[in-house]
């Protein structure tokens, strides 16, 4: 596509990314959220379409879909999976729905097939947020490859880390020739905070270990919102407002994280496996349940979800302890700042949401947590966990 030039980095980024798909397009953009918002412009939907997505997942999902003119509707989960509830989807579904955003939440393929056939039948645009999925399976297929296209994190605590960074990704050319051509348009990184996100990176990998991450988090977030670092969302996106920059691409610094990260994908893929596969195996034995198996899903867990009774006073044991429990997700529409109704959430809407967010945390995979320190959270929560 030389009509819509890419830079030398960019180019070995698409390459690398589309060869773990096997085919397809890939564009590397700041942050997954602006990955999908270009998504979204360059399928030229209806303007003030409805976008179905699940009443669990992050603000930013939503925000990107404000900013891109549309409106976001949200549909409850189904308990076991925390994936969105194929029966309740039906419901919503209607003249004035634009697309459809499926969420493999925690790595745990959505039921694609039911999903699929809808959106076949209504002749709607299916998009996979795999933000949490990287080398999950449907059917033998991966992940991202069911949609019309499928979009990727890198921030910190995603499948693998850029830094912050994003992935849109497509199988149709058509699609692939407009993102591009989309693409001319996002900004260009400054050298400047290309050396900042240098730096941020060799941070975290020094001063970021599972015992430190909530304190190392709450430090962040503050150096964030003093304008110190890059943090992953400005107060005012938070609260519903188009940042200035937003549609940006990734820096320098980030795409050669990537490029790294890429080259050991194979690697942290078989860690995750094994680590979540510990859990799965283990947790029945202290009393909790598991995520249920499924003959059509291959689930590498990017975090482990476990429901406990006692979250808030867990969570803040477990910080004092040094032991590393994700508080996925918070609320509904995680990371809100402003109130639910301003991202156009009705409290109550989704009751099997909002019950998760009251019980869930979940266990880390990533290639910091070995099998004994695996076996520490364990202990924890039998300890602890109510
Ligand atoms: C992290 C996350 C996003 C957004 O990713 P960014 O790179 O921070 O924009 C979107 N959806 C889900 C489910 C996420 O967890």
């Known amino acids: ?31 997954g959220r602006v990955a999908l918002y270009a998504g979204l412009k360059a399928l030229n939907i209806p303007e003030g379409s409805e976008i179905i997505m699940p009443g669990y997942t992050c603000v930013v999902v939503p925000t990107a879909v404000m900013f891109a003119g549309y409106k976001p509707v ?18 919503r579904i209607s003249e004035r729905t634009g697309a459809i955003i499926v969420q493999h939440t925690y790595g745990i393929p959505a039921e694609l097939d039911t999903i699929t056939q809808y959106c076949t039948q209504h002749n709607i645009p299916l998009i996979e947020d795999c933000c949490h999925s990287f080398a999950s399976r449907y059917r033998d297929k991966l992940c991202g490859t069911y949609g019309r296209f499928s979009f990727f994190s890198g921030q910190w605590n995603k499948f693998f880390s850029t830094g912050l960074g994003g992935f849109f990704y497509t199988q149709e050319p058509e699609l692939a020739e407009r993102m591009h051509k989309l693409f001319q348009n996002a900004q260009k990184p400054s050298s400047l905070a290309s050396l900042r996100f240098a730096l941020q990176i060799l941070a975290y990998q020094f001063l970021v270990k599972p015992s430190t991450t909530a304190l190392m988090t709450g430090l962040y977030r503050l150096l964030g919102r003093a304008g110190i670092v890059a943090g992953s969302s400005s107060y005012e996106e938070l609260e519903g407002t188009l940042p200035k920059g937003y549609f940006s691409r990734m820096a320098p610094a980030q795409l050669k994280k990537s490029l790294s990260e890429l080259d050991k994908i194979q690697q942290t893929i078989q860690h995750r496996r094994q680590i979540g596969e510990f859990y799965h195996q283990e947790l ?31 969570l803040k044991k477990a ?66 966990a109510g």
């Open 1 to 31: 596509m030389n009509k819509y030039p890419l830079t030398k980095q960019e180019q070995t980024l698409q390459k690398k990314f589309t060869n773990y798909f096997a085919s397809g397009t890939c564009l590397p953009f700041a942050k």
């Open 74 to 91: 949200y549909v409850d989960i189904d308990p076991n999976t925390y994936n969105i509830d194929t029966d309740q989807l039906a419901n």
């Open 284 to 314: 029945p034995r202290l009393n909790f349940k598991t995520v249920p198996e499924s003959s059509k899903t291959e689930t590498v867990f990017l975090r482990y979800p476990v429901r406990v009774e006692n979250k808030e006073a867990l």
């Open 319 to 384: 910080e004092k302890q040094g032991i590393e429990l994700g508080t996925w997700f918070e609320t509904p529409l995680h990371g809100n700042e402003a109130p639910l109704s301003v991202f156009a959430y009705e409290t109550g809407s989704c009751p099997n949401a909002e019950r998760a967010c009251e019980q869930v945390i979940n266990l880390p995979t990533h290639i910091g947590v070995d099998m004994d320190y695996a076996e520490k959270v364990l202990n924890f929560l039998r300890k602890y």
